[in-house]
């Protein structure tokens, strides 16, 4: 567990820094659906869209030493019949992975939706990856279903895996 990485909400002013460690994150990592260099959101968009989404989206961050290694966005279900639903996607910088920062990440993105009264957690993961499918079944998390084939990688194709979690 990583004991000098605080987890907290972003904060407006670290927008810039915020979207440059998304794109280090797609520029690293094969087990996204982005592709490297493929997201073209400005500031602006992304400013707009927290607007936007005002209460419905939370993005808590993971830092260390004063740089972003990491975040969570969980976003609370529009419509009514839906509420208490919640939908997470995550990353962690590949330098910072196998320190307990996605655990932390997770931990704190459940106490933030129990505190809105979410009985449920849902995400999305590529069947590649591999070691956030362990995160995710250590943190009580099961798979609900499989996408076959739903996503083109550089070696073919890749399962979506949906998995869930109910909040105690």
């Not at 609370?76 to 919640?86: D, E, P, Q, V």
């Not at 962690?92 to 990440?105: A, D, E, P, Y």
């Amino acid at each position: 567990m990583s004991s000098s990485v605080v987890i907290r909400p972003l904060e407006w002013l670290e927008l810039p820094q915020y979207m440059n460690l998304r794109k280090s994150i797609e520029d690293e990592a094969e087990h996204l659906v982005v592709s490297r260099g493929e997201r073209k959101e400005t500031i602006v968009h992304v400013a707009a869209k927290m607007i936007l989404t005002g209460e419905r989206t939370r993005t808590l961050v993971a830092v260390e030493n004063g740089q972003l290694v990491g975040y969570i966005n969980t976003i609370f279900a529009k419509f009514k019949k839906l509420h208490g639903n919640a939908y997470l996607t995550m990353a962690v910088k590949n330098s910072h992975r196998g320190l307990g920062i996605g655990t932390q990440l997770l931990e704190a993105a459940e106490n933030l939706a129990k505190t809105r009264d979410t009985r449920r957690m849902e995400l999305e993961v590529l069947g590649n990856n591999t070691g956030a499918i362990k995160l995710y079944k250590k943190m009580g998390y099961t798979k609900e279903g499989t996408k076959k084939n739903a996503v083109k990688t550089e070696s073919g194709f890749d399962d979506v895996i949906f998995m869930a979690k109910t909040l105690v």
